[in-house]
């Protein structure tokens, strides 16, 4: 069985800086691309928030230059996906998607979350052009313009008053008769003059020519006074929450009550000895690219200081 002293699980702003910190420090690394090569940022339309770079960049472009710096450094990039992980004792086996088997002294879990959609065909139709799941990734670019957010919890409230504070006009879409959100934020939507409510509502479509200029709704679906209806809009945000890409490891690695990998305070370590998590499948709450990219570097840091003892 192949042996590995640093083995990196995802391919995001995590993996990436894992893989050029713990190569830099001679950990000779491998790291495993997954089922999507650069992570949830290359389904991203525009990158302005992330430092260095001036100008407006694609998520994929963003990605694909992160790769080439960890290539630079020679690292073994693989595409497979792990499917089976034992953690039980050390070296740790893992088994992927082509059947390949590989034993590790170190692992950095970054295998990110990926976001909730509704299931309807158009979302995929329409992504990065004008469907999105990050508000402050992609808010800046419906300034002046008309939005509708989906959903009615914590996320949705506070990505609807985000975009309250660039958009002309933001509709929050809510299929049930009442906010799920903390108070607080259910005040800050419900008093913002900006934001709409929609309760009882469901998206049933999409449409535009080119990207989204409205969604198909309906009220109160079902019952006897249902009603469809078409709203214009530039820009359609989920907010319905996050899946954690965290099954394979559960059976090991402690996780949340939705899935989360918990670590130790500030830093990246499990409660596993010599297993880091890094990016979104360990955090729920700011799921950015930079945080993630500084988790990374955390999580190789401290897999050179395991491996050093």
């Keep these: 069985m192949e042996h590995i002293r640093c083995l990196i699980i995802g391919s995001g702003p995590a993996g990436y800086t894992a893989a050029i910190y713990a190569s830099r420090a001679n950990l000779n690394p491998v ?23 001036p100008e407006p960049i694609s998520g994929s472009e ?11 450094f020679g690292v073994d990039i693989r595409s497979h996906v792990c499917v089976k992980s034992d953690l039980s004792k050390a070296p740790y086996r893992f088994t992927f998607d082509d059947d390949s088997e590989v034993e590790a002294d170190t692992v950095i879990i970054a295998t990110g979350a990926s976001a909730k959609f509704l299931g309807l065909s158009d979302e995929e139709k329409y992504r990065g052009m004008g469907v999105s799941a990050c508000a402050t990734c ?4 419906y300034r002046k313009k008309v939005v509708a957010v989906v959903g009615g919890g914590d996320t949705a409230c506070g990505e609807a008053t985000y975009l309250a504070s660039l958009a002309s006009k933001v509709y929050l879409i809510v299929r049930k008769p009442f906010l799920r959100a903390s108070k607080i934020l259910q005040e ?50 989920l907010a319905i929450g996050h899946n ?12 949340d009550e939705l899935g ?16 880091f998590a890094a990016g979104d499948v360990a955090d729920p709450q700011y799921r950015q690219a930079i945080v993630a990219a500084g988790s990374g570097c955390k999580a190789a840091m401290e897999a050179e200081k395991f491996l050093a003892n």
């Design 31 to 53: 790291l495993y691309e997954g089922i999507q090569p650069g992570g949830q940022l290359t389904i991203t339309d525009m990158v302005e928030n992330f430092p260095s770079h």
């Design 62 to 72: 963003l990605m694909d230059l992160m790769r080439q710096q960890v290539e630079k």
């Design 138 to 141: 992609d808010g800046f670019f």
């Design 188 to 237: 800050r939507v419900m008093n913002n003059p900006k934001i709409e409510v929609l309760f009882e509502t469901n998206t049933l479509g999409l449409y535009g020519d080119g990207g989204v200029e409205g969604a198909h709704l309906v009220w109160r679906k079902g019952e006897a006074d249902e009603r469809r209806y078409d709203l214009p809009i530039d820009g359609f945000f």
């Design 244 to 255: 954690p890409n965290s099954e394979v490891f559960k059976p090991w690695i402690e996780t």
């Design 260 to 275: 989360y990998i918990k670590t130790e305070g500030a830093t990246p370590k499990t409660n596993i000895p010599g297993v």
